[in-house]
């Protein structure tokens, strides 16, 4: 079975400042993807960015960098000069690769606050 | 930009009734998914449909649950006799490509209250 853990229910960060998020996430597989999922107040869940576990560089997409750490099984996101539009709650997910219906374990989320 | 909506976005209800929750996803999507996630809790697969039949569903989809598809368009998940522990709230899914890193476009949630 796999598990996904997230230990930080809820972090702040001031506008223009970088955090981190943390993931863990327990796996017997070798060959599978994490993402990132990004839910504003009241709105869809979005894809932030995501990670095949295959690959050795770490993805990026904008202001959005992720840590991915195969050995240790950790997933991390990094925000770069966040800004009030990051605001929402951070879901970390797994897919196992060849699973054909693309069921996601998903963490309990991280509440995120960019503070002006 | 195409989403997936669901509807109602809040619904309550009282222990032992009966509940749709419906979905619409985006149109040339072939895969569908039901999650739940109580509060303060993991969000959790629940099930997952193509091809007009389930595909996969997890040890919480238990007879109490159903799903389908009954216009081509719409996608409901029904729960026949509520339980107090069916209060979460419920995303809707949809995908285009299996096998393989496929995005799933989710929607807002319906926030289910049994009381």
């Known amino acids: 079975a796999q598990t996904v853990t997230q230990s930080q229910p809820e972090m702040s960060v001031q506008e223009a400042e970088t955090v981190t998020l943390s993931c863990t996430y327990d796996?017997?597989?070798?060959?599978?993807?994490l993402f990132w999922y990004k839910q504003p107040p009241s709105r869809q869940m979005i894809l932030v960015i995501r990670q095949e576990a295959y690959k050795q560089q770490n993805a990026t997409e904008n202001r959005f960098s992720v840590n991915f750490q195969k050995a240790a099984k950790s997933f991390s996101l990094k925000i770069s000069d966040s800004q009030l539009g990051d605001t929402a709650m951070y879901f970390c997910a797994f897919m196992k690769q060849g699973d054909n219906f693309n069921k996601f374990y998903f963490g309990s989320g991280t509440k995120l606050n960019v503070k002006p | 930009e195409p989403e997936v909506t669901q509807t109602p976005s809040h619904q309550v209800t009282q222990m032992g009734q009966e509940v749709i929750l419906r979905c619409v996803p985006i149109?040339?999507?072939?895969?569908f998914y039901w999650y739940r996630q109580i509060l303060g809790q993991k969000v959790e697969f629940l099930v997952s449909?193509?091809?007009?039949?389930?595909?996969?569903k997890s040890e919480i989809f238990d007879d109490q649950f159903s799903v389908e598809r009954p216009d081509g368009s719409n996608f409901t998940l029904k729960i026949r006799s509520t339980k107090l522990e069916d209060s979460a709230m419920y995303f809707c899914a949809s995908g285009r490509i299996a096998g393989g890193p496929t995005e799933q476009f989710f929607g807002p949630g319906t926030r289910l209250t049994v009381l």
């Open positions: 449909f193509y091809n007009n039949e389930i595909s996969e």
């Open positions: 796996t017997s597989e070798n060959n599978y993807y």
């Open positions: 149109s040339n999507h072939l895969y």
